[in-house]
C-alpha cells in the first residue's frame, strides 16, 4: 500500500529558511500535495506539484520533486512565526480518489 | 462560504456508548472522506464516498460506519465508542478524482472515557 513518511519536528529561526522533506512509496502518484494545519483548525492545501514535474514555485514556497528517489520537499523563504504550524505531505493516485498523507512535521519558528 | 461543517466540535463519550458526527459540504463536490488525526501518525483514513450512493474503505474502518445520505452530506458512526476511538476527526470533501485540492472541516474532537 502507499506509505509517505516526514520527519516529525523541524525548528528554524525567524528569517531563516525552512526545508520539510518527505519520501512517499507509490510510484504510480499522480498528485504531491503540501498542507498546513495551524492549531485547532482543518488543513489547508498550501501548494501541489504534478508528477510529470520537478519544481513549482509560488511566492516563498518552492516544492521540489525527485521522483527516481520518490522524495519531495517544501521550502519555506524568509520563514515568519506565522508560519509556525504542522505540515502534511500528501499523496493521490491518478484514478483514484484516496489522498494518502504523511505523519505532519512540526515546524516551530523561534523569534 | 462554509465549505465543510462538521459537528459537534467536541464529544465526551462512555465506552460502548453510540454517537453520529454529521459532516456536511456546500461546494457540489462529488467526494467526501472521513480521516482521524493521532499524534506521531498523520491522517488516517477511515471511509471515503467517491460520489453519491457509493461508500469505501479506508485505512482503519473497523469500528466505524457511514453514510452518504445525499451528495451534500458524509455522516460517521461509532456504534460503540472504545477508548481506542478517542482523536480528534476530520471530514474532507473534494470534486472528484482529477481534482487538486481536498477542503477540510474543522475538525471534531472525541473523548471515549
Known amino acids: 500500500g502507499e506509505d509517505v513518511e516526514q520527519s516529525l519536528f523541524l525548528s528554524v529561526r525567524e528569517g531563516d529558511s525552512s526545508v520539510i522533506n518527505c519520501t512517499y512509496t507509490d510510484s504510480s502518484s499522480t498528485y504531491l500535495y503540501w498542507y498546513k494545519q495551524e492549531p485547532g483548525a482543518g488543513l489547508q492545501l498550501l501548494t501541489y506539484i504534478f508528477s510529470n514535474m520537478d519544481m513549482k514555485q509560488d511566492q516563498r514556497l518552492t516544492v521540489l520533486l525527485n521522483k527516481k528517489d520518490k522524495h519531495l520537499s517544501l521550502r519555506i523563504a524568509d520563514t515568519q512565526t506565522g508560519d509556525s504550524a504542522i505540515y502534511f505531505c500528501?499523496?493521490?493516485?491518478?484514478?483514484?480518489?484516496?489522498?494518502?498523507f504523511g505523519t505532519g512535521t512540526k515546524l516551530q519558528v523561534i523569534p | 462560504n462554509a465549505g465543510v461543517t462538521q459537528t459537534p466540535k467536541f464529544q465526551v463519550l462512555k465506552t460502548g456508548q453510540s454517537m453520529t458526527l454529521q459532516c456536511a459540504q456546500d461546494?457540489?463536490?462529488?467526494?467526501m472522506y472521513w480521516y482521524r488525526q493521532d499524534p506521531g501518525m498523520g491522517l488516517r483514513l477511515i471511509y471515503y464516498s467517491a460520489s453519491e450512493g457509493t461508500t469505501d474503505k479506508g485505512e482503519v474502518p473497523n469500528g466505524y460506519n457511514v453514510s452518504r445520505l445525499n451528495k451534500r452530506e458524509f455522516s460517521l458512526r461509532l456504534e460503540s465508542a472504545a477508548p481506542s476511538q478517542t482523536s480528534v476527526y476530520f471530514c474532507a470533501s473534494s470534486e472528484g478524482a482529477m481534482n487538486t485540492e481536498a477542503f477540510f472541516g474543522q475538525g471534531t474532537r472525541l473523548t471515549v472515557v
Open positions: 461546494m457540489n463536490h462529488n467526494s
Open positions: 500528501a499523496e493521490k493516485e491518478g484514478g483514484y480518489q484516496k489522498v494518502t
